[in-house]
Structure formats: structure tokens, C-alpha cells
């Protein structure tokens, strides 16, 4: 897997483009001379959480012939206030939407969250506290 990176100004706005030509781009904090075009590295983190263990959640439920008609992930993550300021903790809260059952939807999040998504797992074998909680709604 490579990915390329390509400054797009003279500030901080870079574009990364994968293999197959799809494209993110990320910004600086607009304190430090970000233009706020893209998001922040560390969002990005974040996003990466949420993408993949949703991807393995939504996999496992259709396995098990659970429909989702939505799903929705808060993720929020504490730094470190010290340089580097690499996350403590993150905080996950999925939000179902659907004729699901509770029992196999928190299956399918904690296998997730505790063994299938490789992005929380190497946060976690990082020292990343991850927690994480879901929530059904008719």
C-alpha cells in the first residue's frame, strides 16, 4: 500500500492520492498559518477510527442479515498537552439506525473495537485508551 503526498500551497494544504487516484486533503490549525481547507492530520486519525471499524461492523452484520439503515460514529479524542501531543484517549459512539438486534450489534462493535479493526488496534497497542459505546434508534 503507498500513498503520495503533494503540497498544494505555499502554506500548509496537502493533497495525499492513493493508487487508485482518490484524493484527501489536510490542513494546519489556522494558528499556526492553516487555511482550514482540509482536515488536520489528527482528525484524520479520527476519521480513519471511525471508517474502518465501521466498515467491519456493517460486514459483520450482514453476515448475521441485520439491516442498517444508518449508522452514524462520534469520535472524540483527548491529547497530551505536551509535545508530542499523540492522543491519550478516544472516545467512540455509534449510533444505529434500523430494525437491529442490541444483542448483535454490540458483537459486532466490540469484535470491532477489540480485535478486527486494525487502525483502533495499533492505537491501542500504542498506548491509546479506546473506549466505545453505540446506541439504537427506531
Same mark, same amino acid.
Not at 494544504?13 to 490542513?27: H, K
Not at 462520534?74 to 449510533?95: D, K, L, N, S
Given at each position: $500500500?503507498t500513498v503520495e ?7 500548509? #494544504?496537502?493533497e ?8 484527501v486533503?489536510?490542513?494546519? !490549525?489556522?494558528?499556526?498559518g492553516?487555511?482550514?481547507r482540509? $482536515? ?11 471508517? *474502518? ?6 460486514? #459483520?452484520?450482514k453476515k @448475521? ?5 444508518? #449508522? ?5 479524542? @483527548? ?9 491519550? &484517549?478516544? @472516545?467512540?459512539?455509534?449510533?444505529? &439506525?434500523?430494525p437491529?438486534?442490541? =444483542? =448483535?450489534?454490540?458483537? &459486532? *462493535?466490540?469484535?470491532?473495537?477489540e480485535?478486527? *479493526? !486494525?487502525? !483502533?488496534m ?8 479506546? !473506549? ?7
Amino acid at each position: $500500500m503507498t500513498v503520495e503526498l503533494h503540497r498544494r500551497d505555499e502554506a500548509f #494544504l496537502f493533497e495525499t492520492t492513493n493508487a487508485e487516484g482518490l484524493t484527501v486533503l489536510a490542513d494546519a !490549525s489556522p494558528a499556526i498559518g492553516g487555511q482550514g481547507r482540509g $482536515m488536520r492530520p489528527m482528525e484524520l486519525v479520527l476519521a480513519s477510527v471511525a471508517s *474502518c471499524s465501521s466498515i467491519d461492523i456493517v460486514l #459483520l452484520l450482514k453476515k @448475521q442479515r441485520q439491516e442498517v439503515r444508518d #449508522l452514524r460514529v462520534r469520535v472524540t479524542g @483527548q491529547r497530551a498537552e505536551t509535545v508530542p501531543r499523540v492522543f491519550t &484517549a478516544i @472516545q467512540v459512539h455509534y449510533q444505529f &439506525a434500523g430494525p437491529q438486534d442490541a =444483542k =448483535k450489534v454490540e458483537r &459486532a *462493535c466490540r469484535l470491532s473495537m477489540e480485535k478486527l *479493526c !486494525s487502525v !483502533s488496534m495499533m492505537l491501542q497497542a500504542g498506548g491509546v485508551n479506546i !473506549s466505545w459505546t453505540y446506541e439504537l434508534t427506531a
